[in-house]
């Protein structure tokens, strides 16, 4: 790979992304200067304000129980306080595996309980054929305006990225870049992450919040989200979060929000690809 190729995607990125803000900023003028309420850039078809959808108790569980999971570990490391293990090649791949698996289940079970098997509660939440290009369309567009503050800020806490606190999978890549391993990376990464960490962080944890804390939800949501992934590339996560849920709030897209996030750590995973050596 040509050395300039990660610069030239980071610089494409970033005008693209301030690209995506200047036209929201404009239309919100735009709208401001008319007198119009409302979401300024909601879309044809969609309502400015759409109904909060009343989450089930049981998919509320569901989400509790997660979250009380990864608090228990987090805790129980820092009572050890154990030294980071030496990183192991086949253990990482094997729980990458395991993850797979596991985060695919969880979303089977975790959509029974959203809409409790019926048919309409896909629509409810989110799954719907109509606009469905569209759909995808403000999914790419979601993920571009993610991008600038997200490079700002992964930029900011450059200090703080030794090669220790690299995720696991890009460890991973760096010890073994066959083909099967990006495979699992990207089965991982792209498709399943994305599905059951939307449904959990946007679908259940922010709409129930919605309901008791408004327009606050999408960042409460945003940093409960970020809390679950390692530092640093937590703080860095906080603004992608943020973008995810302002979409989610104003246009109760699960196609969207899924397309955003899996667009961006397909872009992350091709960015570090494209990196030299060092």
């Known amino acids: 790979m040509p050395p300039w190729l990660p610069n030239a995607i980071l610089a494409a990125l970033c005008a693209g992304s301030a690209a995506v803000w200047v036209v929201r900023f404009r239309k919100k003028w735009i709208a401001a200067g008319d007198g119009e309420s409302g979401e300024a850039d909601a879309e044809p078809g969609t309502t400015a304000s759409p109904v909060v959808p009343v989450v089930p108790v049981g998919a509320i569980i569901f989400g509790a129980l997660w979250l009380l999971y990864h608090v228990l570990n987090?805790?129980?490391?820092?009572?050890?306080?154990?030294?980071?293990?030496?990183?192991?090649?086949?253990?990482?791949?094997?729980?990458?595996?395991?993850?797979?698996?596991?985060?695919?289940?969880?979303?089977?079970?975790?959509?029974?309980?959203?809409?409790?098997?019926?048919?309409?509660?896909?629509?409810?939440?989110?799954?719907?054929?109509?606009?469905?290009?569209?759909?995808?369309?403000?999914?790419?567009?979601?993920?571009?305006?993610?991008?600038?503050?997200?490079?700002?800020?992964?930029?900011?806490t450059i200090p703080l990225r030794t090669a220790d606190r690299r995720h696991t999978v890009f460890q991973l890549l760096d010890a073994d870049d066959s083909l099967a391993i990006y495979g699992w990376a990207v089965l991982s990464a792209v498709i399943v992450a994305p599905l059951f960490e939307e449904l959990v962080f946007r679908v259940i944890v922010q709409t129930w919040l919605e309901r008791f804390l408004g327009i606050a939800a999408v960042p409460v949501a945003a940093v409960v989200f970020a809390s679950v992934h390692t530092m640093p590339d937590s703080l860095a996560i906080i603004p992608l979060a943020l973008v995810l849920g302002d979409a989610w709030r104003t246009r109760r897209s699960y196609t969207e929000i899924f397309v955003a996030h899996a667009t961006f750590n397909a872009v992350m995973l091709a960015l570090d690809a494209t990196m030299p050596d060092q």
């Open 74 to 156: 987090d805790v129980s490391a820092m009572l050890n306080d154990a030294a980071p293990p030496t990183f192991d090649p086949e253990r990482t791949l094997m729980a990458l595996q395991q993850n797979c698996w596991l985060l695919g289940t969880g979303t089977g079970v975790a959509w029974m309980l959203v809409t409790r098997g019926e048919h309409d509660g896909l629509r409810a939440f989110g799954v719907r054929r109509s606009r469905f290009l569209a759909q995808i369309r403000d999914g790419l567009t979601t993920v571009t305006a993610a991008w600038l503050p997200v490079f700002a800020v992964l930029f900011a």
